[in-house]
């Protein structure tokens, strides 16, 4: 299935580094090969193959290589300085393009050395937007069950997407983990992993997971810092315009991978739908430089609404439940999605639209 980032990074590959980062097994690997076809000399070099890291240490390419690939080059100590320093002496018709885990990421204040060198690609599983916009069938129901990522959701059938979440899961817990930090109480670390796949849409408390686990509070938020980093789950805070009271208030965590959240259809859903915001956030800062952020809206009395996309501090739209207060409170666009609904309609100024559509007009 053809990517719609494909263009976006040929056209940025002519100025600087690409730096491609997203989950694991989000095709990355593939569409960095995807866009290999389309040059006549082009050099893969992944850092975990012996013979691949040798050519990379050694910088033994030819210099008429048109588009040079590095995948998991985060591994190399000091890679950021040997990056600097290939961008800056190669030929001027050579292109540079970097994929890996989310290790990247986690290295995004990539420093001085990089700085003005590089864009930033989020490659995120596929969503109703995507597929749209690369002519594919929509299906809500089949991104909920098996997810975004394209080897699930392209998948012959459930079982075989099943399966392969299971590999995903074991390779996340028994060996992804270990690339960010040291982990000593593994099974801790697997149990943390569990409650979140059940906790799916409520605010998350640090304090209440780290008794019903036996660890520290900071023990908590270090494991859930780690699966963030790895791009398994993803954090939506309160909206506030005070960044730092903001940070301190439960915030709700969220699967990438939407097949992994266990727990009834609406919660589902829900993740669904905040996984195809993220994305549209992501997109709207890579490839438009607009400063947008995902959030939810709480009050003290128990008002709440899922989510709200933020632009420069303000709410640029909402979706959910307590609608009516906050779109009357702040006079801010407000939307209501409804994954069965007949027909459309306005009610007092709030859209109630069907799930499919909406999120399938999404920038990405």
């Not at 640090?206 to 790895?230: F, G, H, N, R």
């Not at 589902?268 to 195809?276: C, D, I």
């Amino acid at each position: 299935m053809k990517r719609t980032q494909k263009e976006m990074i040929l056209k940025d590959l002519e100025k600087k580094i690409v730096l491609l980062v997203g989950p694991r097994q989000a095709g990355k690997t593939w569409l960095a090969k995807d866009i290999a076809r389309g040059f006549e000399r082009t050099v893969y070099l992944n850092y975990d193959q012996a013979l691949d890291r040798a050519i990379i240490t050694s910088q033994s390419w030819l210099p008429s290589t048109e588009l040079l690939i590095f995948d998991e080059l985060h591994k190399m100590e000091n890679w950021k300085n040997y990056l600097k320093g290939v961008f800056d002496t190669k030929p001027e018709l050579m292109r540079v393009l970097v994929t890996g885990s989310a290790r990247l990421d986690v290295y995004d204040q990539l420093g001085d050395s990089l700085a003005g060198r590089y864009f930033r690609h989020r490659l995120m599983p596929l969503s109703l937007a995507e597929v749209k916009q690369v002519a594919e069938p929509i299906d809500i129901d089949k991104l909920i069950v098996r997810s975004g990522f394209p080897e699930p959701y392209l998948a012959e059938n459930d079982i075989e997407a099943n399966r392969w979440r299971l590999q995903y899961v074991n390779s996340i817990l028994s060996t992804d983990v270990f690339e960010i930090d040291k982990i000593y109480n593994i099974k801790s670390m697997q149990l943390v992993f569990n409650l979140l796949r059940n906790r799916v849409g409520t605010p998350v408390s640090y304090q209440s997971l780290a008794e019903d686990v036996s660890v520290s509070p900071i023990t908590i938020k270090k494991y859930i810092q780690i699966l963030e980093a790895l791009f398994i789950v993803f954090r939506v805070t309160p909206f506030s315009k005070n960044i730092a009271r903001s940070l301190l208030k439960e915030p709700k965590i969220y699967f990438f991978d939407t097949g992994l959240v266990q727990g009834d259809d609406g919660a589902k859903f829900e993740n669904l739908v905040a996984v195809s915001l993220l994305k549209h956030v992501y997109a709207k800062t890579d490839y438009q430089a607009e400063e947008y952020y995902l959030n939810y809206l709480r009050t003290k009395d128990g008002q709440e609404v899922d989510f709200a996309l933020v632009y420069k501090d303000e709410i640029d739209s909402a979706l959910s439940r307590s609608l009516i207060y906050f779109h009357e409170k702040y006079n801010s666009p407000a939307i209501q999605l409804v994954k069965f609904l007949r027909n459309e309609f306005d009610k007092n100024g709030i859209k109630v639209l069907r799930a499919e559509y909406f999120l399938s007009n999404l920038f990405l």
